[in-house]
């Protein structure tokens, strides 16, 4: 007798590169979840043949997902709240939009809209789990604060369930008021295939200039401030006393305007202008972890950090701090080194105490290699997910 399928829509809306790690997590979701047992629809702004948007890109790549295109009219970041419900509700072809996907809801009995803590989609996917009965599940990719918009403080308050992406991240919803009892935590996980070293060492560093035997340490995150860019610098700086060749390789896109120039300035006064490779945004990550020697990224509440298990499956090292969900990845003294916030000596003597030891850096890097694919797989990821369904489904 075969076991009726879980009916599951994602949404998932945003129209502009780079795409953000909620998407490309829900993404490898989508492409792990047992089609035996799951029947996956996927609600995005396609954009059209002409120019698809990359959401859509990513999206029409997973085999037997079906499609619904929707327009929810403008993005909302940087408007006010009143701002983003009237963007919301006065776009010509979002209420038909809407309607649409209320209408695929009830056609298909579609049991879980699922989606992530962007303010627009959540509120719309709680919306349209009250018009339907359906269970809206938000995926929340960081950690609870007052900084975030009205609009997704009213959709997670409403939200039947809550996806937190760390145990850190759930600690933050429970302490600002979210029942516990509605909130699940599922690991975020990366494919190993698309992480596995190769011999691409010296290509990559040929390209930025970096001599063959200087110590490389690389970084790669949206560029602000709370990523700690800036006391990487500063850490790289005092470490060239004893190596005066290394390099740090910085990989991202600026996110607040000025802050790149302002990286440039530090570096040019700390005297490591010529020792700091700025790369902007890069889709070769891979590639360039490849010709580093230690990873690093002093963020302060990082609410899980994908880049660190990225880094692990390429073997590094990982220097980081102990802050919000990043022990939760990273084991210290096993698969790196952490030091404590605003502690900028511990964290220069833990990425010198890597470039001495070439042989700890190669036990950290198999010991990182090894956790991820014992922890952090995208099919793990998948199949708790799965899990957070069928209690879903049960309970009601």
Not at 310 to 326: C, F, I, K
Not at 357 to 364: F, G, L, T, Y
């Amino acid at each position: 007798m075969s076991v009726p399928r879980t009916r599951v829509l994602f949404v998932n809306t945003p129209t502009r590169a780079p795409l953000g790690a909620d998407t490309w997590v829900h993404a490898q979701i989508m492409r792990e979840l047992d089609r035996s047992t799951t029947e996956l629809w996927a609600a995005c702004v396609t954009g059209g043949a002409s120019a698809p948007t990359p959401t859509y890109l990513l999206l029409r790549q997973i085999p037997d997902l079906r499609f619904r295109s929707v327009n929810f009219g403008p993005e909302l970041h940087g408007r006010s709240w009143r701002g983003k419900l009237r963007a919301l509700v006065s776009g010509v072809r979002v209420v038909p939009s809407f309607v649409r996907l209320v209408a695929l809801v009830r056609y298909r009995h579609v049991q879980i809209i699922h989606t992530s803590d962007r303010p627009r989609d959540a509120f719309v996917c709680v919306l349209l789990a009250r018009l339907t009965g359906a269970t809206c599940v938000i995926h929340v990719h960081v950690g609870y604060g007052e900084w975030m918009s009205g609009l997704l403080k009213w959709a997670l308050k409403r939200a039947d369930a809550l996806v937190a992406v760390s145990d850190f991240v759930a600690r933050t919803l429970v302490a600002s008021g979210h029942s516990a009892a509605k909130i699940h935590v599922v690991l975020n996980a990366i494919d190993p295939a698309d992480w596995t070293p190769t011999e691409e060492r010296d290509a990559a560093r040929r390209e930025f200039g970096v001599p063959e035997h200087a110590p490389l340490v690389i970084t790669v995150c949206r560029l602000f401030p709370a990523k700690g860019v800036e006391e990487l610098i500063r850490a790289v700086a005092a470490v060239r006393e004893e190596y005066p060749a290394v390099r740090l390789m910085i990989v991202g896109q600026e996110m607040v305007t000025g802050f790149h120039q302002r990286l440039v300035d530090l570096a040019d006064e700390l005297g490591v202008g010529q020792h700091v490779v700025f790369t902007g945004q890069r889709s070769d990550v891979r590639r360039l972890m490849e010709a580093a020697d230690v990873f690093a990224m002093p963020s302060v509440g990082e609410p899980f950090g994908l880049v660190f298990l990225e880094a692990m499956a390429m073997q590094l090292p990982v220097v980081a701090l102990d802050s919000g969900g990043t022990s939760e990845v990273v084991q210290d003294g096993v698969t790196g080194l952490l030091s404590a916030p605003g502690d900028t000596q511990q964290l220069m003597e833990n990425l010198l105490a890597l470039l001495r030891d070439p042989a700890r850096r190669q036990r950290m890097g198999a010991a990182g290699r090894q956790r991820m694919q014992a922890l952090f797989t995208s099919h793990r990821m998948a199949a708790d997910t799965a899990m957070v369904y069928k209690r879903l489904t049960s309970q009601k």
